[in-house]
C-alpha cells in the first residue's frame, strides 16, 4: 500500500510523504546512497538519496519515487544527517511497512514525464486512469513553483487530487502494469530513461536495460511498426531505432542444438581503443552455417544482451552462458573497406573433436552416463571441495524417481562434463547453465568419489602400515644378513676364511682423504666381492669394533686394515651417502714421447682407480694424484666401464698435452676422534 501527501517546499522542490508496504513482496525496492546535489555553485545538499529502483517493487509501482529523491526521514527519525548503513538498518527493523518523508528537486510535472528518475510513475498514472471518469487535465502545465502559493492541488497539477481522493489515496503494491515498459511516455520522441541494469519482457525473459528489446518508440512508430515483438521484445523498428547509426542492421535466429558447437569464431576491433564484437569466421558445420551469418559481421546484441561496445572474450561467456535452445542476434554488416575486425577472416576450422577425452586419462574411474532429459534432469548441484580431487561441480541431490536415478547418478559425484562442455573449471553458475540448456538425451561424465569416513581408514591404515615399518626398520639387523641403506651406519659381517678382502680405500692424515676410509675399488676376486654387499664410495667408520679416525693414521696404516689376512669374518660399520660424497677436479700435463706416465690402473664402472704410482716421473701427477684416485675421463673420452686392454692402450699412445678428469671421495667426519 502507497500514501501520499504532498506540500510546497523551496521553489523547485516538493517535500511529500510517501508510505510503502511491501505484503507479498521481498522488499520495499529502493536502493540507497549517502551523497551531495549542488543546489547552486556556492551551496550543496548532502543527505540519503535515493539511487535505485527495483522493477514492479512497491517503490517502483507507487509512481511518486525517483531516482535522485532525497530521504528526509523515515518512520519519524530524521535521517538527514545519518550514514547510509544507519537507514539500512532502519529499513530492516521496519518489518512490511515504512513511511518516508521525500525531497524532490524536480521543476515540474512535465519534466517528471521524460525524466529518466521517474522510474513507474507513468505506469502508476495510467493503471488509475484506466478505472477513473476523465477529469479536467488544464492545470498539468503549471510548474510547482508557480503553486507554492495555491496549495496542494495546482502544485502537483489539477487531475491529480481528485483521481487519489477517489481512490482513497492508497495503491496497493500487489497492482501489476499491463503495460510493458517500452510505453512510457508514447507522446515522447527522446528515450531519457535510466539504461542500465536489466528487467524482464513481457515474456517473462530478463534483458539489458540498453537492449532494443526495452526501445521505447513514441505514438507514430509504433502505428507504423506493425512487427509483433519477439520473447526478447525485439521488432525490427525498435531495433533500427536503438542502433540508427549502424549500417545493414539484421535480426538472425538459429536453433541451437545442445551437443554442436556454434561454430563461430570471435574477434575484437582493429582500434585498440574501441571495444566490439566482430565474426571472424564460420564454420560450415556449425550452427550458423544455415543462416546469413558471414565474417565481418558485428554482433551487437544476442537474447537481449547487448555486446556492442564490449570486449569480444566477454562475449564468448554471454554466448555459453544464455538459456534456451534459440539464439536471436542483432548484426551489422559492413563494408568490406570499413575499420573494423583486428585479423583476417578464419576460412578453415579445426576438425570437430571429443574436448573431454582427455578426462578418462586424467581420471580413470570416470564414467560415462546419459539421462533423457523430460522438463529436468533431476539432479542438483553444488560447488564444493573434496578431500580427494579438490574444488569442482558435486552432485548434491536426486529428484526420486528421476531418470538421473534410474541412470546411476550417485550423490556425491563430481560432475566432470556435460555433453561437450568440460566443467572442471565451472563455477556454480556456469555448470547451472550448462544443465539449464542441456536438452533431450544428456551425456554426463561422472567421478564417484570415496566418502570421508573411507578417506580417513584408508589414510590411517596407510599410516599404521608405516609406522610398523619404521619399527621393524629400527629393529637391529643381524651383521651377517643386514642390508646396507642409504644415509645410515650399518653394521655388517663378511665371512672372509682367510682370503683377500680384496678392495683399495682412499683416507689417512697424510692422504688428501683426511675425513673418511672410502672404498674406490673392489677387486672382483676379493671376499668383499663374494659377499656383495659393499660399494664404490661406501664409507667405512670402523673394523671389528674400532674406529677408522684417518686423522690420526697415516695411509699406511690405513691400507693395512684392509690388506691383513682375518681368519673367519671382519666386522664393517658402513655409512652409504645418498647422493655420494664427491670432489671433481682436473689434471693437465704434456707427456714426452716414451715417458710412461708411472701409473698403475683398475678399471671398474666409474673409470680407471689408481692402484699405485711411480714417483718421479711427472711433478703434476706427483704432487696432484694419490692412490684411490678415479679417472673419470681421460683427454675428454668416458673411462666408465672399460676393459683394462682398452684403458692401457689409450695412456701408452698418448702423448703431448693430457687432460685427465678426476673423482676423489671427500666424506663428511662421521668417526669421533680418541680421546
Known amino acids: 500500500?502507497?500514501?501520499?501527501?504532498?506540500?510546497?517546499?523551496?521553489?523547485?522542490?516538493?517535500?511529500?510523504?510517501?508510505?510503502?508496504?511491501?505484503?507479498?513482496k521481498k522488499s520495499f525496492g529502493i536502493c540507497i546512497v549517502r551523497g551531495e546535489v549542488k543546489d547552486s555553485p556556492n551551496t550543496k545538499t548532502t543527505g540519503i538519496f535515493i539511487k535505485g529502483i527495483v522493477p514492479d517493487s512497491p517503490a517502483h509501482l507507487c509512481g511518486r519515487l525517483k531516482v535522485g529523491d532525497r530521504i528526509l526521514s523515515l518512520n519519524g527519525k530524521d535521517v538527514r544527517h545519518s550514514t547510509e548503513q544507519a537507514v539500512i538498518d532502519l529499513i530492516k527493523e521496519a518489518d512490511f511497512k515504512i513511511?518516508?518523508?521525500?525531497?524532490?528537486?524536480?521543476?515540474?510535472?512535465?519534466?517528471?514525464?521524460?525524466?529518466?528518475?521517474?522510474?513507474?510513475?507513468?505506469?502508476?498514472?495510467?493503471?488509475?486512469?484506466?478505472?477513473?471518469?476523465?477529469?479536467?487535465?488544464?492545470?498539468?502545465?503549471?510548474?510547482?513553483g508557480q503553486g507554492q502559493g495555491q496549495g496542494q492541488g495546482q502544485g502537483m497539477g489539477m487531475n491529480r487530487q481528485p483521481t487519489m481522493q477517489k481512490r482513497n489515496?492508497?495503491?496497493?503494491?500487489?497492482?501489476?502494469?499491463?503495460?510493458?515498459?517500452?510505453?512510457?511516455?508514447?507522446?515522447?520522441?527522446?528515450?531519457?530513461?535510466?539504461?542500465?541494469?536489466?528487467?524482464?519482457?513481457?515474456?517473462?525473459?530478463?534483458?539489458?536495460?540498453?537492449?532494443?528489446g526495452n526501445c521505447k518508440l513514441n505514438k507514430q512508430e509504433k502505428e507504423r511498426d506493425k512487427e509483433q515483438e519477439d520473447e526478447f521484445g525485439y521488432t525490427m523498428a525498435k531495433i533500427n531505432k536503438r542502433y540508427n547509426m549502424m549500417k545493414d542492421l539484421r535480426?538472425?535466429?538459429?536453433?541451437?542444438?545442445?551437443?554442436?558447437?556454434?561454430?563461430?569464431?570471435?574477434?575484437?576491433?582493429?582500434?585498440?581503443?574501441?571495444?566490439?564484437?566482430?565474426?571472424?569466421?564460420?564454420?560450415?558445420?556449425?550452427?550458423?552455417?544455415?543462416?546469413?551469418?558471414?565474417?565481418?559481421?558485428?554482433?551487437?546484441?544476442?537474447?537481449?544482451?547487448?555486446?556492442?561496445?564490449?570486449?569480444?572474450?566477454?562475449?564468448?561467456?554471454?554466448?555459453?552462458?544464455?538459456?534456451?535452445?534459440?539464439?536471436?542476434?542483432?548484426?551489422?554488416?559492413?563494408?568490406?573497406?570499413?575499420?573494423?575486425?583486428?585479423?583476417?577472416?578464419?576460412?578453415?576450422?579445426?576438425?570437430?573433436?571429443?574436448e573431454t577425452k582427455f578426462i578418462f586419462d586424467q581420471y580413470p574411474k570416470a564414467r560415462s552416463v546419459q539421462v533423457r532429459k523430460e522438463g529436468f534432469l533431476g539432479i542438483m548441484v553444488i560447488y564444493g571441495k573434496h578431500v580427494e580431487v579438490g574444488n569442482g561441480i558435486f552432485i548434491s541431490d536426486l529428484r526420486e524417481g528421476s531418470n538421473a536415478e534410474a541412470a546411476g547418478v550417485k550423490v556425491g559425484d563430481m560432475l566432470l562434463s556435460i555433453n561437450q562442455d568440460?566443467?572442471?573449471?565451472?563455477?556454480?553458475?556456469?555448470?547451472?547453465?550448462?544443465?539449464?540448456?542441456?536438452e533431450g538425451v544428456v551425456t554426463m561424465i561422472l567421478l564417484t568419489l570415496k566418502s570421508e569416513d573411507s578417506i580417513r581408514a584408508e589414510k590411517e591404515a596407510e599410516d599404521k602400515k608405516k609406522e610398523e615399518a619404521k619399527k621393524e626398520a629400527e629393529k637391529p639387523q643381524e651383521p651377517a644378513t643386514a642390508e646396507i641403506k642409504p644415509n645410515k651406519k650399518i653394521l655388517i659381517e663378511v665371512k672372509v676364511e682367510k682370503k683377500p678382502l680384496g678392495v683399495i680405500v682412499a683416507g689417512g692424515k697424510n692422504n688428501h682423504v683426511k675425513t673418511g676410509c672410502v672404498i674406490t675399488h673392489i677387486y672382483p676376486e676379493g671376499a668383499l666381492a663374494a659377499d656383495n654387499r659393499l660399494k664404490i664410495f661406501d664409507h667405512i667408520t670402523d673394523v671389528n669394533g674400532k674406529p677408522v679416525h684417518v686423522a690420526n693414521m697415516t695411509t699406511l696404516k690405513v691400507h693395512q686394515l684392509f690388506h691383513v689376512t682375518y681368519e673367519r669374518t671382519v666386522n664393517f660399520t658402513v655409512f652409504r651417502a645418498d647422493p655420494p660424497e664427491l670432489d671433481k677436479f682436473n689434471v693437465e700435463l704434456m707427456k714426452k714421447a716414451g715417458?710412461?706416465?708411472?701409473?698403475?690402473?683398475?678399471?671398474?664402472?666409474?673409470g680407471c682407480t689408481i692402484a699405485d704410482i711411480v714417483q718421479g716421473q711427472y711433478p703434476e701427477?706427483?704432487?696432484?694424484?694419490?692412490?684411490?684416485?678415479?679417472?673419470?675421463?681421460?683427454?675428454?673420452?668416458?673411462?666408465?666401464?672399460l676393459t683394462f686392454q682398452v684403458c692401457y692402450a689409450l695412456f701408452k699412445g698418448a702423448n703431448g698435452k693430457i687432460s685427465m678428469e678426476v673423482t676423489r671421495p671427500k666424506p663428511t667426519l662421521r668417526t669421533e676422534a680418541p680421546k
Not at 183 to 195: F, V
Not at 313 to 320: D, E, G, M, Y
Not at 621 to 641: V, Y
Open 1 to 24: 500500500m502507497v500514501q501520499f501527501q504532498g506540500k510546497a517546499g523551496a521553489a523547485g522542490e516538493l517535500i511529500h510523504m510517501v508510505t510503502l508496504d511491501k505484503t507479498g
Open 99 to 144: 513511511d518516508l518523508e521525500i525531497q524532490t528537486f524536480d521543476k515540474s510535472e512535465e519534466q517528471a514525464k521524460t525524466d529518466p528518475r521517474s522510474n513507474g510513475y507513468m505506469q502508476a498514472k495510467n493503471k488509475f486512469n484506466q478505472d477513473q471518469v476523465p477529469v479536467n487535465t488544464m492545470g498539468m502545465g503549471q510548474s510547482m
Open 169 to 212: 489515496q492508497t495503491f496497493t503494491a500487489s497492482m501489476r502494469n499491463k503495460h510493458a515498459a517500452s510505453n512510457y511516455a508514447d507522446e515522447d520522441d527522446e528515450d531519457t530513461r535510466d539504461m542500465t541494469g536489466r528487467i524482464r519482457t513481457e515474456a517473462g525473459y530478463e534483458i539489458d536495460r540498453a537492449s532494443a
Open 251 to 354: 535480426r538472425i535466429e538459429v536453433q541451437r542444438p545442445a551437443s554442436k558447437p556454434l561454430g563461430i569464431a570471435l574477434a575484437g576491433h582493429k582500434d585498440r581503443q574501441k571495444m566490439a564484437c566482430f565474426v571472424a569466421g564460420v564454420d560450415t558445420n556449425g550452427t550458423f552455417a544455415s543462416v546469413d551469418f558471414k565474417a565481418g559481421d558485428e554482433i551487437v546484441e544476442v537474447n537481449g544482451n547487448v555486446l556492442k561496445n564490449r570486449c569480444h572474450l566477454n562475449a564468448s561467456a554471454i554466448f555459453k552462458n544464455v538459456e534456451g535452445e534459440k539464439l536471436v542476434l542483432i548484426t551489422s554488416r559492413r563494408k568490406p573497406n570499413d575499420e573494423g575486425m583486428c585479423v583476417k577472416p578464419i576460412k578453415k576450422f579445426p576438425t570437430s573433436s571429443d
Open 422 to 438: 568440460v566443467t572442471l573449471e565451472s563455477n556454480y553458475d556456469e555448470a547451472t547453465g550448462l544443465i539449464k540448456r542441456a
Open 595 to 606: 715417458k710412461e706416465l708411472g701409473l698403475s690402473l683398475s678399471p671398474n664402472e666409474f
Open 621 to 641: 701427477i706427483d704432487s696432484k694424484l694419490q692412490r684411490g684416485d678415479i679417472i673419470t675421463k681421460f683427454n675428454g673420452d668416458a673411462l666408465e666401464g
